[in-house]
């Protein structure tokens, strides 16, 4: 069966457009046929109701492939030094050529980056660890990398030039050394991840529409990857708009959204030494106290109405390791609520007697 698209209302059948295209490869078109046949086939794209893109691109190129061979079939035979043999090249290479370009897929920004990397003098690894455990990776700088299962590391053997890039597909953990005068680039499929030394997770899979960073200790400078490429494209030397966070922060690149969203890591850590980390155990002590102990040691800031909660005291004892269960025990202490916005945690409470 034919997928030559034709309707009743074309403003021009097909033995017409054959006509045209013989014409148009001998070059003998005017230029009124040429923005004609040039129409008629940008008309089939409007007329075709398909499931989805890519079956369309495949139609259209069918249809110059088709209609193409006709052409040469149809036009009277010549010995060769009588007709160019380039006018059949030609609907071939139109044919083929039309459809390659219909149907190649843009290339992902992982392709690009691998692409940049690989021009550079140094020959770039690629590790991809298929085990179900975690994997450890030390770079030629002496940055590690915790590599997790079904994802894939890009890497140069040496660092050369002023940058150290890499490229990730899927989740890791790293624990850059810090070098001011070469900065540190992770390069994933929607975030483009920037620092002199720190650590940091990336979650980029290929399956998950998100992509998300959060940061351990230090401070990185996220950006969205396509603001990273069209910066480079257009050959700008300013930087692209960033999100910079700090420790126990993260952002997530929302795909169906597209936007950037800047939020507190799920399990916020500790982020000083044990022996500077303050008691937990109050006995009658404000709400102001116990605060200031949580912002010391998650390095977070929480929010509260400091007038109408002065007179809080609280006597409790809680365990270090999880902020947000912290959280929950004051709140129900005081017949109170919280909530993370952006990056701040807001108490909101009646107050005290």
């Not at 380039?86 to 071939?92: M, N, Q």
């Not at 500077?276 to 709400?287: C, D, G, M, N, Y």
């Not at 106290?289 to 800031?301: L, M, P, Q, R, V």
């Not at 400091?306 to 004892?317: G, Q, W």
């Amino acid at each position: 069966m034919s997928l030559v698209v034709t309707k009743a209302h074309t403003k021009m059948d097909s033995t017409k457009y054959q006509e045209l295209l013989a014409k148009y490869l001998k070059g003998e078109c005017t230029e009124a046929e040429q923005l004609l046949l040039e129409q008629w086939y940008e008309s089939l794209d409007s007329e075709v109701e398909l499931p989805n893109q890519n079956e369309k691109k495949k139609l259209l190129a069918h249809n110059w492939e088709v209609l193409a061979s006709q052409t040469v079939r149809s036009a009277p035979l010549r010995k060769w030094y009588q007709q160019p043999y380039w006018a059949a090249a030609a609907a071939i290479i139109i044919a083929l050529g039309l459809g390659w370009l219909l149907l190649k897929p843009a290339p992902s920004a992982i392709s690009t980056f691998k692409q940049q990397l690989t021009s550079l003098e140094t020959p770039l690894v690629e590790h991809t660890n298929t085990s179900s455990k975690n994997e450890q990776i030390t770079l030629a700088d002496g940055s590690r990398v915790t590599l997790h299962p079904q994802s894939r590391l890009s890497y140069p053997k040496d660092f050369v030039g002023t940058k150290r890039e890499v490229i990730l597909e899927g989740e890791a953990f790293f624990e850059v050394q810090k070098n001011p005068q070469k900065p540190f680039l992770v390069y994933s499929n929607h975030l483009t991840t920037k620092v002199l030394g720190t650590s940091f997770l990336v979650k980029a899979y290929a399956h998950d529409k998100n992509t998300t960073v959060a940061v351990r200790t230090g401070k990185v400078s996220v950006y969205a990857t396509k603001s990273v490429l069209s910066t480079a494209e257009s050959a700008k030397d300013a930087n692209p708009e960033a999100v910079v966070l700090t420790p126990n922060q993260q952002v997530t690149y929302v795909e169906t959204e597209n936007k950037l969203v800047k939020t507190l890591v799920e399990k916020p850590a500790i982020l000083i030494p044990l022996e500077e980390t303050p008691s937990f155990a109050f006995q009658k002590a404000p709400l102001s106290t116990i605060i200031a102990a949580f912002e010391k040691t998650y390095g977070i800031d929480i929010v509260y109405d400091e007038a109408l909660m002065s007179h809080c005291l609280i006597t409790t004892t809680l365990e270090q390791e999880n902020l947000y269960d912290n959280l929950t025990i004051i709140c129900k202490l005081l017949n109170a609520s919280y909530e993370v916005v952006d990056t701040q945690v807001v108490i909101k409470g009646a107050g005290c007697q």
